[in-house]
């Protein structure tokens, strides 16, 4: 009984944390997916693609976060844009967060092998708290006087992304950001940086160095690691490589192992495992999982080095 109460208590004092000042949702595979996080990246695979995540955090604690997020986004060669529509559902305890956000990045090619997009997007962000039963000896307490309560407000990004030799990117999110009566729609402003570049071991093998860092307004982050990939042949696109195995260490006392395999030139599926080292080690024994899936509609091979925002732009 007294491991019960333990574990309400932490769930509900992040919940309250979180209240105050609204870090972004968590996901460990945003690697293959920077679109949720940073709207530059909208279209980056010069192609049209669907991708869904979802995430349990802390399985086998009453009230762990879950997330369920996903993106749709395209490329358009003659307009040298990317166009990309962005969902997200969070939920932590009796608080529950969805935010749907359009976005749109210009592609601005440097020389015939890379390119700088500029990315912006705007949207919404609802959140709601169902709380039930029992009550407190603190009248003014708002997480229980107020027992069922939902408020939205607006929610803008902006950012930028270099796509070359390596990879390079920077994203603000929330720039909207402002209190609520409830204190249910208040996101701090969040900063999110990363940096990839892959190096070709062999024929078949080729490794990817990761490293990010994450900030807002009372915390940050830093992560680093690297992915593996497998079978690799001489096409540029992500399905040369069947198959990928990765590691990624956390600041925040956390690691992480991602495998996963191109089940054809248009799916892929990818597995992540999350585990706490710190304080929570003893508490959530069950570890993170997260699942990713996504789909290529008009996927295009392409072997030469030329960058499409390239060509475009040599036939204006």
């Known amino acids: ?17 979180v209240s105050v000042a609204q870090s972004d949702f ?26 869904l995540h979802t995430r349990l955090q802390w399985v086998g604690v009453t009230g762990a976060p879950s997330t369920h997020a996903g993106t749709f986004d395209t490329y358009v060669e003659d307009l040298r844009s990317g166009f990309g529509f962005t969902f997200a559902a969070d ?43 029992g009550g407190s000896e603190n009248p003014n307490d708002p997480a229980l006087v ?22 390079l990117g920077a994203s603000i999110r929330h720039l909207a950001a402002q209190p ?31 490293a990010a860092a994450l900030f807002n307004e009372s915390s940050y982050r830093v992560e680093a690691g690297a992915l593996l ?13 069947r198959f990928w195995l990765g590691a990624l260490y956390r600041t925040d006392n956390s690691f992480a192992l991602l495998a996963g395999v191109n089940l054809s030139p248009k799916i892929r599926l990818g597995y992540s495992f999350d585990y706490a080292t710190g304080d929570l080690s003893s508490i959530a024994k069950g570890g993170t999982h997260e699942l990713f899936l996504s789909f290529y509609l008009n996927r295009i091979f392409y072997k030469d080095e030329t960058c499409p925002a390239y060509r475009s732009y040599r036939r204006r």
């Open 180 to 210: 609520s009566k409830y204190n249910l729609s208040k996101h701090s402003i969040n900063v999110w940086t990363y940096f990839s570049s892959r190096f070709n071991l062999s024929e078949s093998l080729s490794l990817e160095p990761l």
């Open 26 to 51: 968590d996901l460990t595979q945003r690697w293959f997916n920077e679109t949720l996080y940073n709207p530059a990246s909208a279209g980056n695979n010069f192609s049209t693609g669907v991708f």
């Open 146 to 167: 107020y027992g069922n309560v939902s408020d939205y407000s607006p929610d803008f990004d902006f950012g930028f992304e270099f796509k070359g030799p390596f990879k």
């Open 1 to 17: 009984m007294k491991s019960k109460y333990l574990l309400f208590a932490v769930v509900f004092s992040m919940n309250t944390a």
């Open 229 to 241: 990939y497998f079978f690799k042949t001489e096409r540029r696109n992500t399905y040369s490589d």
């Open 91 to 133: 939920k932590l305890g009796p608080v529950s967060s969805y935010n749907t956000r359009l976005a749109y990045a210009f592609y601005i090619p440097i020389g015939e092998k890379a390119v700088l997009s500029l990315g912006l997007s705007g949207g919404i962000l609802f959140r709601n708290r169902r709380m039930s039963g």
